[in-house]
């Protein structure tokens, strides 16, 4: 048993998130935690909300709300539609906690006391009709490397560099769209990652186990060369400057940027756990190498544009410490998952988002969907025809129709119990072998977090039992040879059985219902790849019943209709 720490991109607290973040960072991750936790290891799955920066008031200010109440509120829906999805949070914190601006202000005088903080004189635009400094994003303009019209001062979204606003061409404004700006003076916290860019090096090019994506970014940004980044902002809301433990001189009205401060919330977060467990210390051995934290795997999900700030900013920021923080071990990032090609937009009512797909259907079909075509080799698009086609056929035809099959005929010509006697044919021989295999690709593919594989193996598993049935047919053996039949069916429900523990990571709430119909309690065990063993986990002389159908199908007339309210006919 190994000690996991999980954690996921922080979504950021500006409103509910759509489904495309839910399946480049959050759903993944709570597959994988409920996957592992299923292999019996010791699991810690951290989330947060990510609260502080502009975007926040901004928002907050539109809703008519103090930056902290809306945060507050924002929080709590973030939250619960997360577990209305089923994620398996420990833990579900929040960025702007007394824990994280504690870590934060000591991770940057760790940082001041080893030679890597700076006071530079920056040029700063400022908006001359918005009365204030605009943060990086907030300048828009043309990058200077692509020439992209629409690039943010942080970030080219179309090349994927990182920019600085002054590096725009025709800048304006993104609150109000002024031009009228001019570039002023503001003393700004610089980190000089230049000084740390050999050890940091030297770390990348030792995580040869990386998953390609997120080691291509990584390799990526090294070569483009690091530069010494600024680390605070001219804003009122975040975690205030500090220097010896009270407010540094000159920053009284600035605080950290909200990318030094959102990492070190995975720690803090962790200490919010053990805090409200009242255990003070606890979170200290998952994340101090020399508190015992040297066991932990430590595994990180996310969308391709935080790669860069996990690999290189973050990373810079622990190495620089000279402190004994654990370190990701492996980082699993996820490209886009798009709507009909386009970007999901709530002002363009583009696409659906966590709370309104809850109203459409249960967890577990989108869960499916979004796993079975996860944007793990390229990006992807989310289509109403091909959610309809998963939901009809991988769900309701494969595996709802063969339990419900299965199920019934036990009720109907066994008394609704596993019959007992006969022994394992020619048939059942074969679906031992084949199912040893496919149980082996299944548990690699989830190790290997590679998520379309695996939700294709478990499908595989759905369809081999269906040709099992189909080719052994006890129906037909029922007239002639009723141990035979008997044989069968216990094999089928022994399949349904083993369903639901394959379905607990990928669809929790019909794992418990399929597990419901052999009554059999969850969690269960994930199971080894001798099929023989895992086929005869129910015993013989067990109760099942058939319960209502698990999958409805979704027929063409609500596609219509979620089309037209949701978007979908258009191409981006
Ligand atoms: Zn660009």
Not at 363 to 389: K, N, V
Not at 526 to 546: H, I, M, N, Y
Request: hydrophobic share 40%; aromatic share 12%; with cysteine.
């Amino acid at each position: 048993m190994s000690r996991i720490l999980i954690t996921s991109a922080l979504p950021y607290i500006n409103g509910i998130k759509h489904l495309g973040n839910l399946a480049g960072s959050m759903l993944p991750a709570d597959v994988y935690a409920r996957f592992m936790r299923a292999r019996g290891h010791e699991v810690l799955y951290i989330c947060a909300t990510d609260e502080h920066g502009t975007p926040a008031e901004l928002a907050a200010a539109k809703a008519g709300q103090d930056v902290k109440t809306y945060c507050d509120e924002q929080h709590l829906i973030q939250k619960a539609a997360g577990e209305a999805f089923g994620l398996s949070y420990d833990w579900f914190g929040r960025s702007s906690s007394a824990e994280n601006r504690h870590l934060t202000q000591a991770f940057c005088e760790a940082l001041d006391r080893n030679g890597l903080i700076e006071e530079r004189t920056d040029k700063m635009v400022y908006s001359i009709d918005d009365g204030r400094f605009l943060p990086d994003r907030y300048v828009e303009g043309t990058c200077p490397h692509c020439k992209f019209e629409k690039a943010r001062g942080d970030q080219c979204d179309n090349c994927g560099r990182l920019l600085d606003p002054t590096d725009l061409i025709n800048p304006y404004s993104a609150v109000s769209g002024s031009r009228n700006l001019e570039v002023r003076d503001t003393k700004h916290l610089y980190l000089l990652q230049t000084k740390v860019e050999p050890q940091l090096r030297a770390w990348i090019e030792s995580k040869t186990q990386w998953p390609q994506l997120a080691k291509s970014i990584a390799m990526k940004h090294l070569e483009e060369g690091l530069i010494d980044r600024g680390i605070t902002r001219d804003l009122k809301w975040g975690v205030p400057v500090t220097k010896d433990g009270k407010p540094r001189e000159g920053f009284e009205n600035k605080v950290f940027y909200v990318w030094f401060d959102a990492p070190v919330e995975y720690i803090g977060a962790t200490q919010e756990y053990f805090n409200a467990k009242g255990n003070a210390d606890g979170w200290q051995s998952w994340w101090r190498l020399d508190q015992g934290a040297e066991d932990v795997t430590y595994v990180q999900f996310m969308g391709k544009d935080n790669v860069a700030f996990h690999t290189v900013s973050f990373p810079a920021t622990i190495i620089g410490s000279n402190e004994p923080w654990k370190m990701v071990d492996t980082l699993k990032a996820f490209n886009w998952l798009n709507w009909y090609g386009g970007k999901f937009s709530t002002s363009m009512n583009r696409g659906v988002f966590m709370d309104q797909a809850l109203e459409l259907l249960p967890a577990d079909y989108w869960r499916w969907y979004l796993i079975s075509q996860s944007p793990e080799g390229s990006d992807s698009s989310f289509t109403w025809e091909q959610f309809q086609g998963a939901v009809n056929k991988d769900l309701a035809d494969v595996l709802g129709n063969f339990a419900n099959r299965i199920l019934k005929f036990t009720e109907s010509k066994f008394g609704g119990v596993v019959p007992e006697g006969g022994e394992a044919g020619p048939l059942e021989q074969k679906l031992y072998a084949d199912l040893s295999a496919l149980l082996a690709e299944a548990t690699e593919a989830f190790e290997a977090m590679e998520m379309r594989k695996a939700a294709q193996a478990v499908r595989r598993i759905w369809v081999l039992g269906n040709e099992y049935l189909q080719e052994a047919a006890p129906w037909t053996a029922f007239k002639t040879d009723v141990e035979r039949a008997g044989v069968i069916v216990r094999h089928g429900l022994n399949l349904v059985r083993l369903y639901a523990v394959l379905a607990q990571p990928l669809m929790p709430f019909a794992a418990q219902s399929i597990a419901d119909c052999v009554g059999v309690d969850l969690p269960l065990d994930w199971p080894t790849t001798d099929a023989q063993a895992e086929l005869s986990k129910l015993p013989a002389g067990a109760t099942v019943r058939s319960g209502e159908v698990l999958f409805k199908k979704i027929d063409d007339d609500r596609v219509a209709e979620w089309a037209a309210r949701f978007g979908g006919s258009e191409t981006g």
